[in-house]
C-alpha cells in the first residue's frame, strides 16, 4: 500500500512564521496531496501536485515535489493561530491512497 | 463546490446495539467511497472502500461481519457497527471521490464519534 509518512510529527510555531512540513513515500505515484484536519472534524483537501509537477502554490501554501527523492514539502507562510491543525499528505498511485500519522502544527498567537 | 454530508456526528450506543453512519455526497455523484477510522491523535485507518452497486472492499484486518458497507446510490453509502463493544468507539470518517477520475481529491464527511458503553 501506499502511504505517506509526515516529518516532523509535531510542530509548535509563533504566529507570522513560516511553517514547513515533509512527507516522504515509497513507490512511484501519480499525484500527491496534502490534507488539513482540524480535531475531531473531517479532513480538508489543501493542495494536489502532479508526479511531472515540481512545485504548486495556492495563497500561502507552496508544495514542492522531488520524486527522484520521493519526498515533498508544504510550507504554510505567515501562519494564523487558525491553521493550527494537523496536516496528512497522501501519495497516490493505482487507485489507491493512504494517510501517514500526520504533522500536528500548533500556532501560537 | 462538493459536499458531503456524515450522519450523525456522535452517537452513544450500549454495547451489543448496532450502530449505522450515513455517508451522503450532496452535490454530487460518488462512484467510490471509502471508510476510515480514527484513534485520538493517529492517523486515518482505511477500513473499506465501497463502490456503488458491488460489495465494498475491505482491508486486512477489518470485519466485514462486523463493519457492514451498503453503496445502494451514487449518493449514499452507509456503515452499520453491528453488535458494536466498547472497542469500537472511535472516530469514523468517510470520503468521496468525484467523478469517475481516479486518483482526484477526495471530500471527507465532518466524521461521526462512537462512543460504546
Known amino acids: 500500500s501506499q502511504q505517506g509518512e509526515e516529518d516532523p510529527q509535531a510542530l509548535s510555531i509563533q504566529e507570522g512564521e513560516n511553517a514547513t512540513m515533509n512527507c516522504s513515500y515509497k513507490t512511484s505515484i501519480n499525484n500527491l496531496q496534502w490534507y488539513r484536519q482540524n480535531s475531531g472534524r473531517g479532513l480538508v483537501h489543501l493542495i494536489l501536485i502532479r508526479s511531472n509537477e515540481r512545485e504548486k502554490h495556492s495563497g500561502r501554501l507552496r508544495v514542492t515535489l522531488d520524486t527522484s527523492k520521493k519526498s515533498s514539502s508544504l510550507l504554510i507562510t505567515a501562519s494564523r493561530a487558525a491553521d493550527t491543525a494537523s496536516y496528512f499528505c497522501?501519495?497516490?498511485?493505482?487507485?489507491?491512497?493512504?494517510f501517514g500519522a500526520g504533522t500536528r502544527l500548533t500556532v501560537k498567537p | 463546490g462538493a459536499v458531503v454530508s456524515q450522519h450523525p456526528s456522535w452517537v452513544i450506543c450500549k454495547s451489543g446495539t448496532s450502530v449505522k453512519i450515513e455517508c451522503r455526497s450532496l452535490d454530487f455523484q460518488a462512484t467510490t467511497m471509502f471508510w476510515y477510522r480514527q484513534f485520538p491523535k493517529q492517523s486515518l485507518m482505511l477500513m473499506a472502500t465501497s463502490n456503488e452497486g458491488s460489495k465494498a472492499t475491505y482491508e486486512q484486518g477489518v470485519e466485514k461481519d462486523k463493519f457492514l458497507i451498503n453503496h445502494a446510490s451514487l449518493t449514499l453509502s452507509t456503515l452499520t457497527v453491528t453488535s458494536a463493544h466498547p472497542e469500537d468507539s472511535s472516530f469514523y470518517i468517510c470520503?468521496?471521490?468525484?467523478?469517475?477520475?481516479?486518483?482526484?481529491?477526495?471530500?471527507f464527511g465532518s466524521g461521526t464519534q462512537l462512543s460504546v458503553l
Open positions: 497522501a501519495p497516490f498511485n493505482n487507485n489507491d491512497m493512504r
Open positions: 470520503s468521496a471521490r468525484k467523478g469517475g477520475g481516479v486518483g482526484e481529491k477526495l471530500f
